[in-house]
């Protein structure tokens, strides 16, 4: 059972327009959301996070939406740029499992010049 | 340098031999993880460790173990290598909160013929 989703396994845009990346999770308990942005040989990095007492939180470019009524998240990305081009992991953590965090299959975007 | 540190980068060795993958961290972090990525999948965690005196097993423990032989390392090891632990395998770390991000090394490429 996987408590974490990421339904779409890849997606293209054109430089300048909006990437959306979505989230899907099942486990209610899920109180804490992080994006991390992965390029090839290397390791994922922190991107942006959300807690599930806000429904938004932005930092530059990017913000990610909470809906915690369908259990869903999403990423923005305006404008996309040709260097956001990666693969995107969504993690979900819990205070009640330790904090251990819950990764997604993943979304790999590219972004065309 | 980098914060968090893994070697070797790559390896490939045989079904049956016993291997040993080392992370170091200079970042202070009491909190370290092994993950292991396979093609078009997530990160599944297979240890974690929130000091150097607890040591826990993840979702995928089966056929590994771990040592924490300081605050800043944490090896993995596979005692009997079998070609289905083949995959991409990270070290994180993070403090010692549920919310904090983890920091991921570059990862280390084992394949097992």
């Known amino acids: 059972d996987q408590q974490v989703k990421q339904n779409s396994p890849s997606l293209s845009v054109q430089e300048g327009r909006i990437s959306i990346l979505n989230c899907d999770y099942t486990?209610?308990?899920?109180?804490?959301f992080l994006w991390y942005k992965k390029y090839p040989a290397e390791g994922p990095t922190f991107l942006i996070s959300i807690s599930s007492i806000k429904d938004k939180n932005e930092d530059g470019r990017f913000t990610v939406f909470l809906n915690k009524s369908a259990k869903h998240l999403s990423l923005h990305i305006v404008p996309s740029q040709p260097g956001d081009s990666a693969v995107y992991f969504c993690a979900a953590s819990a205070l009640t499992n330790a904090g251990k965090s819950t990764f997604g299959d993943g979304t790999t975007l590219t972004v065309k010049p | 340098d980098a914060d968090v540190t893994q070697t070797p980068r790559n390896r490939i060795t045989k079904t049956g031999k016993r291997i040993m993958l080392e992370c170091s961290q200079t970042?202070?972090?009491?909190?370290m993880y092994w993950y292991r990525q396979d093609p078009g999948l997530g990160l599944r965690l297979i240890y974690y460790s929130f000091d150097v005196k607890d040591i826990n097993k993840g979702e995928i423990s089966d056929g590994y173990s771990v040592s924490r032989q300081a605050q800043a390392k944490f090896s993995l090891s596979l005692e009997s290598a079998i070609p289905n632990q083949t995959a991409l395998y990270f070290c994180a770390t993070s403090q010692g909160l549920y919310n904090q991000p983890q920091h991921f090394g570059d990862g280390t490429r084992l394949s097992i013929l």
């Open positions: 970042k202070g972090h009491d909190r």
């Open positions: 486990n209610s308990m899920f109180d804490y």
